[in-house]
């Protein structure tokens, strides 16, 4: 009987889950099953009944549990005892610009918080990194990707301007406007199309290179600019967020590795966390 395999039945029976354990223990969902399989094994027992939401512990699971954590216990004393200090979990993780400094932080101390003893290091996207946080369509053939937020952009215009008081904006309300031009974005290239085909000039006031700088050019009164639905966005004093009706100016951000690393531990710990963060929206509190 091996220690390991206690130790993943102690997350399974703690967590009621098999891949909630998986993502605990930073290994695989199969990992764990083969443990518990070999443990009833050697046993001669069954731990654990599946149902819909996950599983149940048997009677003789609930024999084993104290047992079990009595030996984890033990065992991680006997390692701190001898031991200098933990070991770092080195992370490589690429970060593309114009994230959202509120949600990226959010989701920083989220990975920090599940993953113990992590050593952070922030780099570019295409530098070498163990995991990237991208845009849907910056994914490479090689690697696969956990969606996290969906970025809706709407349009900002200065709270005093008449148009701010406007539900939904329509192609024909960017007649003369004043913009906040952004460079790179897709969606104002696929804005600046629409108005195109609709004979609409694009009139550029100023041209800037980030989300940040966009927004407090608006609430300055500078110009009109296409932002995304963050949250800090939208509480923004000063201007007012209106969605323009019948164009799809929608993109996808997330999780993207090595698609031949998906079962390394620490991607998998990542794919869980990433794969509950794109449910949850942080807390404000600015």
Request: with cysteine; proline share 6%.
């Amino acid at each position: 009987m091996e220690l390991r395999s206690l130790k993943y039945f102690q997350a399974v029976y703690e967590l009621g889950s098999l891949s909630a354990a998986a993502r605990a223990c930073f290994i695989s969902q199969p990992s764990i099953t083969s443990a518990i399989q070999q443990l009833e094994s050697t046993l001669n027992i069954s731990l654990f009944v599946r149902h819909a939401r996950g599983v149940l512990p048997t009677p003789a699971a609930d024999k084993l549990y104290p047992l079990a954590k009595e030996m984890s216990d033990n065992a991680k004393s006997i390692s701190h005892l001898f031991s200098d200090g933990p070991k770092a979990v080195p992370l490589r993780l690429g970060i593309m610009r114009s994230l959202g400094a509120q949600r990226m932080s959010f989701l920083l101390k989220n990975i920090s918080e599940k993953i113990n003893n992590l050593e952070i290091t922030l780099v570019e996207p295409e530098e070498p990194c163990d995991a990237r946080v991208v845009l849907a369509q910056s994914v490479a053939s090689n690697e696969s990707f956990v969606p996290i937020w969906q970025d809706n952009y709407q349009l900002a215009v200065p709270q005093h301007w008449s148009i701010a008081k406007k539900s939904m904006i329509e192609i024909s309300d960017l007649e003369g406007i004043p913009f906040i031009s952004r460079a790179p974005c897709d969606a104002l290239n696929k804005l600046t199309d629409v108005m195109g085909n609709a004979s609409i000039r694009f009139q550029p006031r100023a041209n800037i290179k980030t989300i940040e700088y966009a927004w407090q050019l608006v609430c300055a009164g500078i110009g009109a600019a296409l932002l995304p639905d963050w949250q800090e966005i939208i509480d923004a004093e000063g201007l007012a967020l209106i969605p323009i009706k019948n164009i799809d100016l929608i993109k996808h951000i997330g999780l993207a590795f090595k698609t031949n690393k998906e079962e390394q531990p620490l991607i998998v710990a990542l794919k869980g966390i990433c794969a509950t963060t794109n449910t949850k929206r942080p807390s404000i509190n600015i």
